[in-house]
């Protein structure tokens, strides 16, 4: 295997050779951590958000599904918190006029950020910030410029993470509207609708998947974190008595989630927020870590939100937002766990947990070890050669299955060849039409990563694929 810091740079340069991520606009000299998903990523993604919206929706009764504007009134962002407090502590560097996140400085500590009112995480995460943040002189002292090595900052200042536009022709003041920065405030400020729609009681939840935008100071490692990313988030309504047990229970299931995905167990694992790292929602929340190249970093965030959301939409909307539990004569505010997952940064995740090198020489290989579920193309159809009729069956074959399983078809090149092509796509099941085939009507299934072949009637194809897809 390559070193941890080789392996970003290989899986960069895989995932564009092979269509599953391009930098975007490339033509143009790209745009600062903006990407597209080609043929193979676009799968991918689409299975990832498969699988969570299957179980998270699908497989439950209490639970329901949403699909909300990425546009708001912008009150909502005022409600939430996000127009006062979503803000990063940014330097600029006197002497080059860099601009960094302080926290993200080399030998930055955390004691070296101090200042007046409650502290709470910055937006990006990783620190606490008072409400108006100062370098100490330790921290003038020992930080250091990463460009120009000059420790001749400027003061803190907040900066704060949305997207602006104007809707409508004027670009005034009355006019603003920002892109969203997450997807739950569009569930909340539809509780009483779907509540009312669906004939839900609580306990149940409200999930969807969407385009979230945050205007990072430092995007960085690929897809891990950039401005523009999806969401998969799912709010769970509870009574304020029951909200730990939920909250223990959310936990479970989400860790679950990724051990189902087939990720590497000893690469994930737990984080508890210390009471000054929480975000100004949380009464308690983990993150889901997983060990990337570049060190462990969160997942997914899995929050108890109390009841701040709903009533802070109370207050700014003059909504009455409740909950009027008709079996216990009881009228409630309810809180909310709330599990709340990156989609791209998860498909980051399954492309390094999938990444391997194997062999040497001619023997070698790369391979991405994904779950067959997961896979973007589950069975590549090759024949052997292409005379004696084998491409004509393998063609008619590959007509067959496409509309069952994402297959494809390949008839170009050596067989080893196209074996190295579909390893490095992921795909579980390679089949090929040799002479045999022509004589018995079997065909020789390769498994992706025993590289083991067996010969399979051809009759049966589609049931041995189907157990194992
Ligand atoms: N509603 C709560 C919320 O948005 P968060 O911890 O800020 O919480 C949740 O974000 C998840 O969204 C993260 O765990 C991560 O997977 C994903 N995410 C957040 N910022 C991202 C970014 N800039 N690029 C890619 N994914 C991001």
Redesign the pocket.
């Known amino acids: 295997m390559p070193t941890t810091t080789d392996v970003m740079d290989r899986l960069v340069s895989l995932a564009k050779r092979r269509g599953f991520v391009y930098p975007s606009s490339e033509i143009y000299g790209g745009i600062g951590s903006s990407y597209d998903y080609g043929p193979l990523g676009t799968e991918l993604k689409r299975n990832v958000k498969e699988a969570w919206w299957q179980a998270m929706v699908r497989e439950r009764e209490d639970v329901e599904g949403l699909d909300s504007a990425i546009l708001m009134n912008p009150k909502v962002w005022e409600a939430s918190g996000h127009v006062a407090g979503f803000t990063d502590p940014l330097v600029d560097c006197k002497t080059c006029k860099a601009r960094f996140r302080v926290d993200q400085l080399p030998g930055f500590d955390p004691s070296f950020l101090v200042g007046a009112g409650p502290a709470h995480e910055a937006?990006?995460?990783g620190v606490p910030v008072p409400e108006e943040p100062r370098l100490t002189e330790e921290g003038r002292a020992r930080l250091q410029c990463p460009r120009c090595g000059s420790r001749n900052f400027s003061d803190v200042r907040k900066f704060n993470l949305m997207f602006k536009t104007y809707m409508g022709p004027v670009e005034d003041q009355a006019s603003v509207v920002y892109l969203r920065?997450?997807?739950?405030q569009g569930i909340y400020v539809n509780f009483l609708n779907v509540l009312n729609s669906s004939r839900q009681k609580i306990p149940f939840g409200i999930a969807q998947i969407g385009k979230?935008f945050?205007n990072?100071i430092t995007?960085g490692n690929f897809?891990?974190?950039?401005?523009e990313?999806e969401?998969m988030?799912m709010q769970y309504f509870v009574h304020p008595s029951e909200a730990d047990r939920w909250f223990e229970y959310w936990l479970e299931q989400r860790q679950r989630f990724y051990r189902d995905l087939g990720l590497r167990q000893d690469r994930l694992r737990l984080h508890r927020h210390a009471p000054d790292e929480l975000?100004h929602y949380a009464r308690a929340a983990y993150?889901l870590q997983y060990e990337f190249p570049f060190g462990w970093q969160?997942?997914?965030?899995i929050?108890n939100r109390g009841d701040f959301d709903l009533s802070r939409h109370e207050e700014f909307s003059g909504k009455k937002l409740s909950y009027f539990d008709e079996a216990a004569k009881e009228r409630f505010l309810p809180y909310i766990i709330?599990t709340?997952?990156?989609c791209?940064?998860?498909v980051l995740t399954l492309l390094v947990d999938a990444y391997d090198e194997e062999g040497e020489g001619k023997d070698a290989r790369v391979v991405l070890r994904f779950s067959p579920r997961l896979a973007p193309i589950k069975v590549a159809i090759l024949p052997l050669v292409n005379r004696d009729n084998m491409d004509g069956i393998a063609r008619g074959l590959f007509e067959s299955l496409k509309g069952k399983f994402a297959a494809f078809y390949d008839d170009g090149g050596s067989i080893g060849r196209r074996y190295r092509r579909q390893d490095e796509a992921g795909t579980p099941f390679c089949v090929t039409v040799d002479s045999q085939t022509l004589q018995d009507e079997t065909l020789t299934v390769r498994e992706r990563d025993s590289m083991a072949q067996e010969r399979v009637a051809m009759a049966q194809l589609e049931t041995y694929l189907k157990e194992r897809v």
């Open positions: 937006a990006g995460g920065p997450e997807t739950a979230a945050r990072e995007p897809i891990f974190r950039t401005r990313f969401q988030e975000a993150d969160e997942l997914e965030g929050h709330e709340s997952a990156g791209d940064r998860t």
